[in-house]
């Protein structure tokens, strides 16, 4: 019989569910990281034990956590995430000229077929990805060249919030930002065209 496991990411920590293929009765572990707000937690669909958990609070700021034994035990990991050169500019709410900030990790994607690599959509939107589990971070500038400094935030922020990776194409990889629409690049995120407006 097959296991069926859910990460929950919550305001008070992570709890990881499992229950059989019947999902009557499931065991909870947790919380995890007691007392932080979880962004954003995922398991690697090359190893099943990894996982990657965005965590953030008011005082502490933002850590990546990562697991290599489904939860188990945890570790903190590399917390670097500097934009590519001269980011530049964005528009603020009220449409004055603002510097990109870092904040915050809101999504994280694992590649489906390496463990190691894990994509980032971050606020102010960016694009990252680590190719060491975590412990280093680099941006995927082509996204914000497609009218970056145009971009606004929504009422959340200016976050990535969505990533999708074409399982049949490892290059190309769907992203959704608040408020600036949806994008897609195939060349792994050398350059990015944009799909919708927001």
Known sequence: ???????????KGAFILTSDEKRSKWDISGPHF???EIYHLKGSPADPDRLYA?????????????????????????NEFVYDG???MHQHFDGT????????VWYLEPSPTDPETVYAGVEDAALFKTSDGGQ????LAGLRSVDGH???????????????????????????ISAAGAFRTDDGGVTGNRRTTA
């Open 1 to 11: 019989m097959s296991s069926v496991r859910v990460l929950a990411g919550t305001r």
């Open 136 to 139: 280093t971070w680099q941006e």
């Open 150 to 176: 145009l971009w606004g935030p929504g009422a959340g922020g200016m976050c990535l919030h969505n990533i999708i990776l074409d399982p049949n194409d490892p290059n190309r990889i769907y992203i959704a």
């Open 86 to 88: 001269d980011p530049g």
């Open 34 to 36: 007691a007392g932080w």
């Open 97 to 104: 000229p603002r510097p990109w900030a870092f904040k915050r």
């Open 54 to 78: 965005s965590q953030s609070t008011g005082w502490f700021g933002q850590v990546i956590q990562t697991s290599k034994d489904g939860g188990k035990t945890w570790s903190p990991a590399g």
